[in-house]
């Protein structure tokens, strides 16, 4: 399964868990996603809704780029972000505290 597509499935459950759904009220973020082996696509998060669209952002908050393994991994909660991004199979940039909310928020809505 492509990390889209467990993103799209996590997304889905994040909305029926009102937790998460308190947490991604008021403005819009949107937080680009750049598998280095797949297609590009964003998550827009915010107005109580949290959404999956193909291509690129033009207003990205943050960017996140790895190979969709290590994305895919990263969202199921079987990797540790901040070890990723250290040793350097992650790449952020822009909006850092932003991209590590949305990967807390995903874990959150696998468990």
């Known amino acids: ?3 889209k597509d467990i993103l799209k499935e996590l997304a889905g459950k994040a ?27 964003y998550v827009s998060v915010g ?15 943050a960017t996140i780029s790895a190979t969709d393994a290590l994305l895919s991994d990263l969202f ?9 991004f250290m040793s350097g199979k992650l790449k952020v940039s822009g909006d850092i505290f932003g991209a590590q909310k949305l990967t807390d928020l995903m874990k959150k809505a696998g468990k």
């Open 15 to 41: 909305s029926a868990i009102p937790e998460i759904m308190k947490n991604i009220t008021g403005s819009e973020k949107q937080y680009q996603i750049n598998p280095t082996d797949s297609t590009h696509y």
């Open 76 to 84: 199921l909660g079987k990797v540790d972000p901040i070890q990723s």
């Open 47 to 61: 107005n109580g809704a949290l959404r999956v669209i193909d291509g690129d952002s033009k207003s990205a908050a």
């Open 1 to 3: 399964m492509s990390s």
